[in-house]
């Protein structure tokens, strides 16, 4: 058993401990929590289960990498404290465990990384002997290893298109959705998300994978955005209102460019109620998916919709995003040190799993 640590109890940390339980080559070991309202809590419980872990959640960060982990699962944000997570996991690297997470952008693609991010991690690893997997689900696998999977069903290839369409009240995180991205905000607000460069900084990593994989030059990485004002004010059941006027929908694309035409694309369809933007494309059943479409011949369209916590959309995509990073721990384990990215990683049946039921 691989001794693994959960490092957050957020919307990621409770489906990691989850993930952990569940898998048959891992042992949770310890929870680490920065609310001091958690600190003593069970994982079980603070994992959303119906019974205890014998794991209490702790504070005490020296205390629990002193204890040296095979493996961190690293879940707390990295999205308005990008500094502090790129310590942390440097932190856990010294030690030399194992950490995967979805937190730090930048090296998703890590050979793109700027210094200031890939740097400290090689340090760390040189140092301790630990390895870094960062993945997700968008950025992460609904557009890396899925599309690429998919365009190799092909006989030519013309385009390669990644959507994530999503209603984002279902999204518990109100200062991503509200600040960040900037639902209910007036139009004249300025999300930093949706800023010029912040798009190709979070998805462009994505575009150079594909583009690397499919074996292609990249002229340049491009940007598109269109924001959409609410109609009506709308009361959302997990945030609270949201007026009329103000940001309602957000559509924005990050495109590859080779031979002057967009051929490798990752679009955002973001809504905080379904009336807004109509005209848009639509997920299924108006609450989330991802799909990838191939323009070629044949032409593919596949769409992955995730539900979890109680069919919630977003929890369902937080966990797939958790599910690609622990159930790549045992490989990284015996990989070796390093960095490694979403190419180097295989997407691995659930051996051992199959109707096994967590205790």
Not at 157 to 169: G, H, K, N, P, T
Request: aromatic share 4%.
């Amino acid at each position: 058993m691989i001794p693994t640590v959960v490092w957050g109890t957020g919307n990621v940390g409770r489906a990691a401990i989850r993930a952990v339980d569940a898998h048959p080559a891992l042992e949770l070991t310890a929870v680490l929590v920065h609310d001091p309202a958690k600190t003593g809590r069970d994982a079980g419980r603070l994992a959303g289960l119906d019974r205890d872990l014998g794991v209490a959640a702790t504070d005490d960060i020296d205390a629990v990498l002193a204890a040296g982990p095979r493996a961190v699962v690293y879940a707390a944000s990295g999205d308005l404290r990008p500094d502090e997570a790129l310590a942390d996991i440097a932190r856990a690297l010294r030690t030399g465990a194992v950490v995967v997470t979805p937190a730090l952008y930048p090296l998703y693609d890590h050979r793109s990384a700027p210094p200031e991010f890939r740097d400290p991690v090689l340090e760390a690893v040189k140092e301790g002997g630990g390895s870094l997997f960062v993945s997700g689900v968008d950025p992460g696998w609904g557009n890396d290893v899925l599309p690429l999977l998919i365009s190799g069903l092909g006989t030519t290839l013309d385009a390669v298109r990644c959507q994530e369409i999503f209603d984002y009240s279902t999204y518990d995180q109100p200062d991503s959705v509200r600040l960040l991205v900037g639902m209910g905000q007036p139009m004249d607000y300025d999300p930093p998300m949706l800023l010029p460069s912040v798009p190709t900084m979070v998805w462009g990593g994505q575009i150079r994978l594909m583009a690397r994989a499919l074996g292609v030059e990249l002229d340049e990485i491009r940007e598109t955005l269109d924001r959409r004002a609410l109609d009506t004010t709308i009361t959302t059941r997990t945030m609270g209102e949201f007026e009329a006027g103000t940001q309602g929908a957000v559509r924005f694309e990050v495109q590859g460019i080779v031979g002057g035409e967009p051929r490798i694309v990752i679009e955002h369809v973001t809504r905080i109620h379904p009336s807004c933007a109509p005209d848009w494309p639509t997920p299924p059943d108006g609450c989330g998916a991802h799909r990838v479409i191939i323009e070629g011949r044949p032409r593919i369209e596949v769409t992955v919709e995730a539900a979890d916590e109680g069919e919630n959309r977003s929890a369902g995509g937080n966990a797939t995003a958790v599910g690609r990073l622990v159930n790549a721990i045992d490989w990284l384990v015996e990989a070796g040190p390093g960095l490694y990215d979403a190419l180097d990683v295989p997407l691995r049946p659930a051996a051992g799993r199959l109707g096994r039921k967590q205790p």
